[in-house]
């Protein structure tokens, strides 16, 4: 079975532009959350949706939005990036919600803003 | 607050040897699970542990283990017979059922000396 799916792999953009990321989650998984890793540092928690529903959201400003289709996978948008935007964006799948179910992550795909 | 702290921003093991990467994190909740996960230069996040804080008895999983000390909020990661490919990132982490967060640490990064 394939593990989670993220596009693209790497971007670049320039300041005030806006970005679209896309994940696919394991099949059968109905939960997907985001994290934004830069470098060095631990991932922050971003997003959670379930059933297409968004179910927990981490301290990121209103640029960042997501959401989740009718068939599990999800997109995060950014808008109006700032440098401080640059950074691996993971995403993670999992079962359900609520519950420790075990998180499976992505790649990544490591957002440039320039 | 909810936080995770690594004090350990890097560590060494001869290869075969054992080591063991410190975890503290703090919170007043009484749901919540705890991970270490391991982030290889690929970048792929890969779950190496969980452990339910209602549970008293140690995680283990092969080589790897977990002290888990529930009073002291800490949950240190003991791996054992240090292998070449054991050479990563590895992450703290705790689940927080409401809002389904995962708050890292700021990673542990360890190298295995041949």
């Known amino acids: 079975d394939a593990g989670v799916t993220q596009s693209p792999t790497h971007l670049i953009k320039t300041r005030g532009q806006h970005v679209t990321l896309r994940c696919s989650p394991i099949?059968?998984?109905?939960?997907v959350s985001w994290y934004q890793q830069v470098l060095g540092q631990g991932p922050q928690f971003i997003f959670q949706?379930?059933?297409?529903?968004?179910?927990g959201r981490g301290n990121f400003p209103d640029r960042f939005s997501a959401r989740q289709f009718p068939n599990y996978s999800s997109e995060l948008n950014v808008n109006a990036l700032l440098l401080g935007d640059s950074a691996l964006y993971l995403c993670?799948?999992?079962?359900?919600?609520?519950?420790?179910?075990?998180?499976?992550f992505g790649p990544g795909t490591r957002l440039t803003v320039t | 607050a909810q936080t995770v702290t690594q004090s350990q921003p890097e560590m060494s093991v001869q290869e075969a040897e054992t080591v063991t990467l410190s975890c503290t994190y703090d919170t007043s909740e009484s749901d919540y699970y705890l991970f270490w996960y391991k982030q290889p230069p690929s970048r792929q996040m890969i779950l190496v542990i969980r452990q339910e804080a209602y549970k008293q008895q140690n995680a283990t999983e092969n080589r790897f283990s977990v002290n888990f000390q529930k009073a002291a909020k800490s949950f240190s990661l003991k791996i054992s017979d240090s292998q070449l490919g054991d050479a990563a990132m590895y992450f703290c982490?705790?689940?927080?059922?409401?809002?389904?967060?995962?708050?890292f640490g700021q990673g542990t990064e360890l190298s295995v000396k041949p």
């Open positions: 099949s059968g998984h109905k939960s």
């Open positions: 982490a705790c689940y927080y059922n409401q809002g389904g967060k995962l708050i």
């Open positions: 993670a799948s999992s079962l359900a919600f609520p519950g420790p179910y075990e998180q499976y």
């Open positions: 949706y379930y059933e297409k529903e968004e179910r």
